[in-house]
Nanobody, 124 residues
Framework: QLRIVESGGGLVQPGGSLRLSCAAS????????IGWFRQAPGKEREGVSCISSSDYSTYYADSVKGRFTISRDNAKNTVYLQMNSLKPEDTAVYYCIVERRGRPGCPRADFGFWGQGTQVTVSS
């Protein structure tokens, strides 16, 4: 059974850090482009970051550039999103998405396989 599970969310104070994990089971992430989206209440879903399958190139939304880092550990079949200097506006449900596309890039929302999401709340 193919499955991806996000973890690592929680409540953190402004300026704090969290590391989200996206773990795959039933398949290997080696050939997949992987990304993180987030959705806050009342807002549209937003692409946050992604990492390519072959050249490991990365993308970051302007809102998180310099604060978030995406990485992948193929041996552990897991992708991470390190989030530093968190702000209240980072509060959202964070979703991992994977897509096997055959070329490097970010996974496409309509074609990817989604996890269930993990809640991140930044508040004092």
């Amino acid at each position: 059974q193919l499955r991806i599970v996000e973890s690592g969310g929680g409540l953190v104070q402004p300026g704090g850090s969290l590391r989200l994990s996206c773990a795959a089971s039933g398949f290997t992430l080696d050939y997949y482009n992987i990304g993180w989206f987030r959705q806050a209440p009342g807002k549209e879903r937003e692409g946050v970051s992604c990492i390519s399958s072959s050249d490991y190139s990365t993308y970051y939304a302007d809102s998180v550039k310099g604060r978030f880092t995406i990485s992948r550990d193929n041996a552990k079949n897991t992708v991470y999103l390190q989030m530093n200097s968190l702000k209240p506006e980072d509060t959202a449900v964070y979703y991992c998405i994977v897509e096997r596309r055959g070329r490097p890039g970010c996974p496409r929302a309509d074609f990817g396989f989604w996890g269930q999401g993990t809640q991140v709340t930044v508040s004092s």
